[in-house]
């Protein structure tokens, strides 16, 4: 067994981070970030000798909050420039989930490569408490029979259908209350089967930062569950006037992507109408269309998650949900 990784929190406060790092670690996308910062200069970083910005601690921390008021309904405009504890009061007193001041989360790693650059990499992975790694699915060999994790975190670079009984019983004998499985190359069909398993799968990243989020979204499930193909999608959050109306608020912002996601769920919705009346000449093709109508639909609740989010961010004002 390989112990790797342990680090106190008090250590955090003596690391920046890079804007990419920094917006992982507090929930946010990159280009959100960057868009904050430039129309609210939030954060009041440092810059290093090569112009890039620089995040301590405490700012992530403070990031952190920021994202988890706007997800609750919070104009971002509002809350830029409050301390971060009139945040805090804001968000109930409760310490931030996704700023880095939070507890490690506890994983085992399977794949010695990925443990190495886990251990080669603690400014990006201070997050991760890895309790153990192994080289291949050998639970008696490499597994304390007393060990729990949080997270299994599964390294395959080729990923096939023979993994999916190896992983559940790793996951067993860890009571792993999430799986996160990376890949470099797998046939879809696998990918399917596994994230049916409640798993959250996905490429190998090409920066270590990305695994934080990635075990965080795995514990909070945050990832996209497997739908039933007799499943039906909800029906449309919004309907063709109030996208209109968001096409055209968006002209008088710097960005256009909540026009550009207001065009596409136009696009997508008509889809959806359309494939439901598309005639068909057989049974197997009434088939095709019925999950190209599913399909659809699965895809216009994503975009309108997306634009909800974008929205809050964009102080776009939207309809209530219909009860």
């Avoid at 970030?33 to 440092?46: A, K, N």
């Avoid at 990031?63 to 609750?72: F, M, T």
């Avoid at 809350?79 to 507890?103: I, K, N, Y």
């Avoid at 895809?299 to 997306?306: H, Q, V």
């Amino acid at each position: 067994m390989d112990t790797i990784l342990k680090q106190s929190q008090d250590n955090a406060n003596d690391l920046t981070y890079r804007s990419g790092v920094a917006a992982r670690l507090a929930g946010l996308s990159v280009e959100t970030l960057r868009v904050w910062e430039r129309r609210y200069d939030l954060s009041g970083t440092r810059r290093s000798a090569s112009g890039q910005r620089l995040y301590t601690a405490d700012q992530v921390q403070r990031l952190g909050l920021l994202k988890q008021l706007v997800d609750r309904g919070h104009p971002i405009g509002q809350l830029a420039h409050l301390s971060t504890d009139d945040l805090r009061a804001l968000g109930g007193g409760s310490a931030p989930r996704d700023g880095v001041l939070v507890r490690p989360i506890d994983v085992v790693v399977i794949g010695l490569g990925l443990a190495r650059r886990i251990a080669a990499s603690p400014h990006d992975t201070l997050l991760l408490n890895v309790q153990a790694s192994c080289s291949r699915f050998e639970p008696a060999d490499c597994l304390g029979p007393d060990l729990r994790t949080e997270v299994l975190l599964v390294e395959l670079s080729e990923l096939d259908e023979h993994a999916i009984p190896m992983i559940q019983a790793a996951s067993d004998a860890l009571h792993a209350a999430a799986v996160v499985v990376l890949y470099r190359f797998s046939p879809s069909a696998t990918i399917r089967a596994l994230r049916a398993q409640g798993w959250l799968v996905a490429r190998v990243p090409s920066e270590m930062g990305e695994l934080v989020p990635l075990c965080r979204q795995a514990l909070e499930g945050q990832h996209l569950p497997a739908r039933a193909a007799d499943a039906p999608p909800a029906g449309p959050r919004f309907d063709e006037e109030t996208l209109a109306g968001i096409t055209g608020a968006s002209s008088a912002l710097a960005c256009e992507c909540p026009r550009h996601m207001a065009e596409l769920l136009l696009m997508v919705g008509s889809f959806e109408r359309y494939s439901a009346q598309c005639a068909s000449r057989n049974s197997a093709d009434a088939q095709v269309h019925l999950d190209l109508h599913q399909s659809a639909g699965q895809a216009r609740m994503i975009l309108e998650a997306a634009l909800e989010r974008l929205a809050r961010t964009e102080g776009i004002p939207l309809p209530p949900p219909a009860r």
